[in-house]
């Protein structure tokens, strides 16, 4: 194991731990791990970083009690509208690196040159597998900005508007070769991603897979179905 794989485990260990730590009380992780409360609780606090070998001990013992699809599925409940507040989900930047590390982990081998998505709330997944594959990330908007000299104009129609919307990315943001891998928090109708699909066409672009946190339906099996790609998302509703 080269060094920074070491350490990315370590903080993996930490993440792990962090995460567990709003379900179970130090007592309880300490019965768990086998370690003294001062021990976790300096690695919750990002105090020190276990040793290799205690990552992976941490890393064994741990396991079993996560669940990542469970940990996002608790964090899902509807209002009187069938809506929810992904925010839950997207503004806990641990759960994120998490998931993010599992996404990357299945993409590392496969050349990926950008991670593309969708203003606005796709952007923090983004960012994260992004940063796992060590890659830029773009994303197209819902208004054409200023200073931004050519687009890739998408015209579409959002589930829920029933109006024709359009998605604007600069062009230097993709390029014919690219290869890229699209994430969203959420896919209802698809259609936010075939419009991004198409964007890598206008660019010639090839987009390699798809990954969402949350799909409805059977959009997944579609776009599957349709493209011809890898498509999953963590939690099918
Ligand atoms: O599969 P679809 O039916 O296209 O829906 C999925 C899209 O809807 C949401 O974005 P939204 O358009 O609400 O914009 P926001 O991210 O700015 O809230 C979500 O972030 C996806 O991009």
Same mark, same amino acid.
């Given at each position: ?48 970083? =276990? !040793? ?6 941490? &890393?064994? @013992? ?7 699809? $469970?940990? +996002? ?84 129609? =959002? !589930? ?6 359009? &998605?604007? @990315? ?7 070769? $690219?290869? +890229? ?57």
């Amino acid at each position: 194991m080269s060094q920074i794989e070491a350490v990315k485990e370590k903080l993996r260990v930490v993440r792990i731990l962090k995460l567990l730590k709003k379900r179970y009380t130090y007592e309880e992780l300490s019965k768990i791990t086998g370690l003294p409360i001062t021990v976790l609780n300096r690695y919750v606090r990002g105090k020190v970083l =276990p !040793s290799t070998d205690r990552a992976k001990e941490l &890393l064994e @013992l741990l396991s079993p009690y996560i669940n990542i699809e $469970e940990e +996002v599925r608790r964090r899902i409940q509807f209002d009187e509208h069938g809506l929810f507040d992904n925010m839950k989900i997207l503004s806990d930047t641990n759960l994120m690196s998490l998931i993010a590390e599992e996404v990357a982990s299945k993409y590392i081998s496969k050349n990926i040159s950008k991670v593309l998505t969708a203003a606005t709330d796709g952007i923090p997944l983004a960012v994260h597998i992004a940063n796992e594959l060590n890659v830029d990330v773009v994303y197209a908007k819902k208004k054409k900005e200023v200073g931004v000299e050519k687009f890739y104009e998408v015209n579409y129609v =959002p !589930s829920a508007s029933g109006s024709v919307m359009t &998605l604007y @990315l600069p062009q230097w943001a993709l390029k014919k070769g $690219e290869r +890229v891998l699209i994430v969203d928090d959420v896919i209802r109708s698809g259609e936010t991603q075939r419009a991004l699909l198409e964007m890598c066409k206008q660019a010639g672009a090839v987009p390699v897979g798809m990954f969402f946190l949350i799909s409805v339906g059977n959009i997944i099996d579609v776009l599957k179905n349709d493209y011809n790609i890898p498509v999953d998302s963590l939690v099918r509703l």
